[in-house]
């Protein structure tokens, strides 16, 4: 049974910095690696969005809400991805969750996620 752990959110002040992290249990670590993963947040009210992806070859991209901001990382021996938010703003406040990415959209049942609040 694949189990998503995410990590690492909290409230942070405008300009603040967090470091996020996913763990993927119950998948093999090819099968991780050959995953292509993704970053998602959702804000109370609004759909869930795509905010980073890590691909498979290590390479990354962003959407341009975090783009300048966050850097996507992942360490395959671990089955875990990291997203580093710098600059944090308010917009940013959202539930952040990871998933691997297919095609037809994500590969395995979400996770509970981690809050990420921006306020003074």
């Known amino acids: 049974q694949v189990q998503l752990v995410e990590s690492g959110g909290g409230l942070v002040q405008p300009g603040g910095s967090l470091r996020l992290s996913c763990t993927v249990s119950g998948v093999s670590r090819i099968g991780f690696s050959n995953t292509h993963m993704g970053w998602y947040r959702q804000a109370p009210g609004k759909q869930r969005e795509l905010v980073a992806r890590?691909?498979?070859?290590?390479?990354?991209d962003y959407a341009n809400s975090v783009k300048g901001r966050a850097t996507a990382s992942r360490e395959n021996a671990k089955n875990t991805v990291y997203l580093q938010m710098d600059s944090l703003r308010p917009e940013d406040t959202a539930v952040y969750s990871c998933n691997g990415e297919i095609p037809s959209g994500t590969k395995w049942p979400w996770g509970p996620g981690t809050q990420v609040t921006v306020s003074s």
């Open positions: 890590t691909f498979r070859s290590g390479e990354t």
